[in-house]
């Protein structure tokens, strides 16, 4: 299950454009974008049930190498499995080909931005 889909709007877009090609922890005022390694920890994890007969949706909060955290789905993880410190990568998903690109962790395998290995 990927993350659903997800809409463009003007306070979006540079975040979209960007996590579809691919900020570090500083007291500075002025960011610029820099490229992330996708390499990420894990930090706290949860377990989402829906509708019965739905399969539970994992979701989990990360730190990344170059320091930020972030949160989304795990889409390979088993709840049993999870532990702090875990290592993650990010990929970048899309529900369907007129979404937007979503990131998501996945515990093991290469990160695949928009149909390419990196």
Known sequence: MTVGPLA?????????DGTAAQCERCA???L???????DATLVSWTVAHGKPGTDP?????????E????WS??????????????PLRIEFRRHSPQD??????????????SGREI
Request: glycine share 10%.
């Open 57 to 65: 949706v994992l979701f989990g909060i990360a730190e990344l190498a």
């Open 73 to 86: 789905q795990i889409e390979d993880g088993k709840p049993e499995e999870m532990r702090p410190g875990a």
């Open 28 to 30: 500075a005022t002025e």
């Open 8 to 16: 463009r709007d003007t306070a979006t877009a540079e975040f979209l």
């Open 67 to 70: 320091g930020p955290w972030w």
């Open 100 to 113: 937007e690109t979503v990131p998501v962790f996945v515990t093991s395998g290469t990160a695949v931005v």
């Open 32 to 38: 610029d974008w820099r490229p992330a390694t996708g």
